[in-house]
């Protein structure tokens, strides 16, 4: 469950909210810059943001995760690199193009480290690079190293917002999340990522920025642990990009007195964040929380809940506001089929909105849970769907309305372990943004 | 690749090459019937058909193969049951709903069967149940058996066409495949099927009959190996239903010359049923093809072309016309990053449409190639996308105007085995399909 149960009536409030929440922990700054180019893979005119985020001494306290996808872009294999390297200086972050399996990709990218560390008075190794966008084409690397004293000049303390807004691609809005601890000092996280999201990591790039001291060691450890139950119980279509990232940096201005409460933090931060990101997922009309408790392990109740969350037609079924929960079944069944792990499914009870629909093998309907299932989905709903004169499905809203989810409870009958796993629907909406467009 | 390379213009044209295909093996009739009913579920009035394949003389050679999925309907408890029984008589299909855990399901498929055993002068034990439609509703026994009669008198040799068109539910047109044999005799196969299409099985109802003798043993045998690389090598959505059902029944009155002859006779119509069932996928406007070639083992090639044509921003891209092939090489990614299996992908290949897009670990892009590319995916488009006046988006046709594919060719470069999958792009008609309409 996310920590807030925010709610919006308009775009305005929203970002006011955001700027509310953006604060930046001490000793770092952020600036970005945006600037044309065209790609040499195609001769449209394109726009690019550059945005840095520098602290303002070099520190040895960052961690990092990356994509487990085994075509993984050239700022992950550099980034891998980097976790090695005894501090880091700056995260240098493009959109537009996301610098996978392009010729000489890796080359590109230390350029640009390169030429930022010698703007920033850094080594290039102190430089973590990040690029998302499409998959496949060339960096323009002559642009953004022309681009780059713009963004540096416009580096400036005090909030994080210029970068949650110089990262995002297809996202309808930034994401900002904070937690400022109780013995000084805070937590502040920003994240884009819309499509192509299933952590493992997801096109998600997330950077968490602290001033509270804790050492490398403690924060990698912590990062790992955070991250399972945030990023990685999350799924917008069941694509795992190439570019995943998820860095955590430390300023250390702060003393740590409480590790405990550092890592509840972050995890709130995480947890919160993963959840925004499938709220502004591609075309998400309805947040699917899947809470699977009483299972045999912790792995098949969180595969079980992807399996619900990435099951298509269940999808379509809650972007019609149709309780279908034959479908919610069937994807269980599948899992559980096809997975190979044997489990006793006899004790299995389900539940949608609260309203018990599956138990003792058997379904438990009838036309008032039908009532008032419809009634939990349409109160779920983000936005209703309307095609624009084109025949094109898109937000008519680029802040979230509400928080609520349409809440699945599956009690597998069978064990002590539990999960929740967060989705979305599958929409006219999704499919406009990835068949209409190249994004 | 299928046997035939058919195109059409008219509906009409597609019709009469059906009814060419349709001849009934000697040895067995079928007959339709069709009836009004209410669902206890939902009090709204709907339609069923009750579909009869009757042998003319009970069979003891018969096979049938059922879904791995774990929520089974009681048409597979009842029909895995009747696999171990001496005789098979005949098979009693209905649509529109599925039987799948509903209260009493597998006492209210026996009910039907020991009516349809009476009507026809068999034992109950030697009728197999299917059922096919929504999942979690309950049969309407009463209204069945009241229509079984004009099914029963309905019984006619000659054409399997009114079988082919009664058990189908949301697929545009019906599917028959046929082989006639050198040594006399035909194997005729009728399926239906369109969504929660990931045959392991697939809801697919699959029907093969033949007038070749061949021993229960060795019908059983090939029907496990002839699915393998036809029906469970298609995927329309990933979702695996709980009704899937592939079954092969001989007449035994034509002597069987040649068992290898028979046995390749039974792989072309299985795989072109399989392709059929495809090409008529929910919303499906191009079929994608996936040969993974020089793979280390057959399981690795099989399940990296499902992980292609299941990879949702791929299957959108081809469905826009868009040659997004940066997602294609996301998916194979995604897979060898998940599956935990080690692969030296460094001599990967792949092409689209014969064009080679990636090698060497990088992109071979350019802006010729991309024409070349979205003229291969527009060749290979069934229909274009355009919604109705309430923006519901629906087929325009109900037959297929070709038979082809967006050709992907995988050449993993490490070993020496091979698989070709089936799949379709993910449509607005799709969604439109599945989240418009209880179905």
Not at 21 to 33: D, I, K, S
Request: neutral net charge; glycine residues 8%.
């Amino acid at each position: 469950m996310p920590s807030t149960s925010l709610s919006f009536q308009h775009r305005d409030e929203h970002r006011a909210w955001l700027a509310s929440q953006a604060a930046l922990p001490a000793g770092f700054r952020v600036g970005t810059t945006r600037f044309d180019f065209v790609p040499i893979e195609t001769p449209k005119p394109a726009k690019m943001t550059l945005t840095i985020i520098a602290l303002d001494q070099a520190t040895p306290d960052f961690a990092a995760v990356f994509t487990k996808n085994a075509f993984p872009g050239a700022p992950i294999i550099v980034g891998r690199q980097r976790l090695k390297e005894p501090a880091l200086g700056a995260i240098v972050v493009n959109n537009k193009i996301s610098n996978v399996c392009a010729p000489g990709g890796v080359e590109t990218a230390e350029r640009v480290c390169a030429e930022a560390a010698r703007l920033l008075k850094l080594s290039p190794r102190q430089i973590l690079p990040s690029s998302t966008g499409v998959i496949g084409w060339t960096l323009p690397a002559d642009a953004m190293i022309g681009a780059l004293p713009q963004a540096v000049a416009a580096l400036a303390p005090g909030s994080i917002l210029p970068a949650a807004e110089g990262i995002v691609t297809t996202d309808l809005y930034p994401k900002i999340r904070r937690a400022d601890l109780p013995g000084g000092g805070s937590i502040v996280g920003i994240a884009k990522g819309a499509g192509m999201i299933e952590p493992n990591l997801a096109t998600m790039l997330v950077y968490l920025l602290t001033d509270v001291a804790v050492p490398r060691a403690d924060l990698r450890a912590m990062l790992a642990r955070v991250i399972d139950a945030s990023f990685n119980a999350i799924s917008i279509d069941s694509d795992t990009s190439t570019s995943d990232t998820v860095a955590l940096v430390s300023s250390s201005r702060v003393p740590c007195h409480d590790l405990g409460a550092f890592e509840r933090g972050l995890h709130t931060v995480c947890r919160d964040l993963a959840e925004d990101v499938v709220r502004n997922g591609e075309g998400v009309r309805h947040v699917i929380r899947v809470a699977v408790t009483n299972a045999a392990s912790l792995a098949f109740a969180r595969a079980l809940g992807k399996a619900i969350v990435n099951a298509p037609l269940f999808k379509c079924a809650v972007a019609g506001n149709d309780p279908n929960v034959g479908r919610l079944v069937q994807a269980i069944g599948k899992y559980v089929g096809a997975s190979g792990v044997k489990a006793d499914l006899s004790k299995l009870r389900a539940k949608m909105g609260g309203v018990e629909i599956f138990a003792n093998g058997a379904f438990q309907l009838n036309p008032e849970k039908e009532n008032a299932l419809v009634a939990h989905l349409k109160g779920a709903e983000l936005y209703a769907s309307a095609p624009s004169k084109d025949g094109v499905f898109s937000a008519p809203i680029d802040f979230p309305r509400h928080e609520r989810c349409v809440e699945l409870e599956v009690d597998v009958g069978n064990g002590v372990a539990s999960a929740t796993v967060l989705g979305g629907d599958l929409t006219h909406e999704y499919v406009s943004e990835n068949a209409d467009y190249r994004s």
